[in-house]
């Protein structure tokens, strides 16, 4: 047995290295730092000034807890909306019908697209000069591209909405279509024959079957738009501000004390979305208990 | 009665698909149209400027097999950004799965204390934001000499990568049968016979989907090399940012389809091995 423990340890150990070193040992330092750790400027005392000044100080508070807002409002708005059209989408499309695969090729088709280039892609369709605002004045429903209106860069964060959504809807689709491929149609067969209708075969036989993956992955959608970077720098507007694109302005400021600020933001980001996850995996394991 | 209802179906997964499609149609006009002006739909007169412009393709009169060496050997800005992406996404694939394979086939075979422990904290990169580790990190790497350069980037590249590696491959482990080894080794192939005549064809369709994957998400990083490399390592995504940033449509167009087009030969690719239950999957909702 000693042998294979030995084994087990040493095959363990390379990757447990990497990820205790970079990520662990980055958040870590990063959390030394936020607490105004910074031996580099010769700052070797500890307090929690930093995280008090981006709650709570006049000049950065609103900045703070508008950007918090603009943070949850954009997550949680992208991802129900991209679950939604997704559950939809991948329901309508079991059925066969013409070009059913090239519609499925399409539906996936924005799964390995970058976020950056999902967010230049939202530029060139959404913006006011972009081609829907042209298929509009083309067919005479506005004059000038100020009459579309402003859906990119605008303080709503719609176009970051938009781009995740884009995104996002792709994963929820495949993530559907294979449960849904794994379910058959036994279910919603059995369900008709007994008199069920549409609503009541979506309300109570395919919705709860697909909702526990439906939840996990909008865990993993939430979680990544809470906390990603390339999409609101692109799309969003200085003020309001979603929280990573303020952290990591804070981090690249010349003046070396906003970057303890900077990395009490990253650190404030990753305890609420550590929050949601925790709270997920106990709803997940006392419905289990529970069942 | 049911058949109007049907019909509006089909006409609604239609719609979607234009809708999804549609930013993919605005970059192939952006990226190949000159003086592309509000309102038009339809670009006025199609042009290969933006790919001159990014010195891709040589100017008119110089488009012989010559001059196509002679402006790539010139080393060109784009050029370079993809040979970097190139190189580091190759380089952090074959290192993080050579890494990952001892691993998952203890995770994926075998039962031990704290194993569930061990899963949480190998996936724990996926469910926080990169920019939790990576500013703090950032402080380290310029003390220990690895910030803007090209082994720093590759470095850290790893982080984001290893949980899908290893997830993907302790899932074909653990359906993997180890006794075809033990008989291949009791007829008298030695370990590394067995590893390349047993083992591997086993698990090589696996390996491939953990491949493409690790390679999709190197090759769509931003914000990690951007901060390591420190500007001095130039990669597309950083390129394509910097590029829509400044605002030039038709340069940032061109530069995103050369950018996308692996990507979408992935797709087309692993479409069959892509499925909910795959580890790896989860890892698209992250590119």
Redesign the interface.
Known sequence: MGG??L??I???T???L???T????????????SLGYQP?IGKYEINFSAYYNVMFSERYAKLFWTGLGLNLWVSFASTFLAAV?AL??AL??R?T???KT??N?????????????????????FSQ???????A??IGLIGS?GDFPVLVKDKYGLGIILAYI?K?A??FF??????LQSLGENFEELAQSLGANRWQRFRYVILPLVMP?LFS?SI??F??S?????VP??LGVIYPQML?VM??EF?LNPDLNARSE??AL??I??II??IL?VFYFWLTQAKIRKD | MNNNL?KI??Y???L??II????????F??AFSFRWF????IPKELSLQAWVRLKLIPKPGQRTFEGFIELWASNPAVIKALLNSLSIGFLVTIVSII??L??A???GL?N?RFKKL?IF??V?????????????????FISWGFSGNYFGVC??H??PI?PYV?LTMTGIFANYNPDFEHQARTLGANKTRTFLLITLPAIAPGIVVAALFAF?VS??Q??LTFLIGAGKVMTL?LL??ST??SGN?AL??AI?II??FP??L??FFT?KF????SGA??G????
């Open positions: 294979e423990r084994k087990i040493l095959s363990l390379p990757p447990l990497i990820i205790f970079l990520f662990f040992g980055g958040i870590f330092y990063g959390f030394l730092q580099a059209f939809f989408g309508a499309i059925k019908f013409f070009a090239i519609c090729f399409i539906y996936s088709l924005n799964l390995p697209m970058p976020h950056l280039v999902v967010a230049v892609g939202i530029i060139f369709v000069s972009g081609l829907l605002a042209r298929l004045s083309q591209p884009w996002e792709a994963f495949i993530i559907l279509m294979s449960v993956n992955a993993i959608v979680a990544f809470f906390g990603a970077y390339e720098a692109l990573p952290a990591f981090f900077g990395m990253s650190i980001i990753a979305v550590m996850v | 049907k179906n089909i609604a997964i239609y979607g698909a999804l499609i549609l930013p993919l149609i605005a970059f006009i952006n509000y309102p038009q739909v890494i990952a001892p691993a086939r203890v995770l075998l031990f061990i904290i190998m724990s990169p996926t469910i926080l934001p990169p920019i939790a580790f990576v500013l703090g990190l950032n402080i380290n470095l850290v790893l982080v290893m290893v999709l090759w769509s931003y914000l995504p394509v940012f829509a940033s449509p940032t167009a995103s950018f996308i990507a979408i992935i797709l479409s892509v499925s909910g239950e999957t989860s698209f909702g992250k590119i």
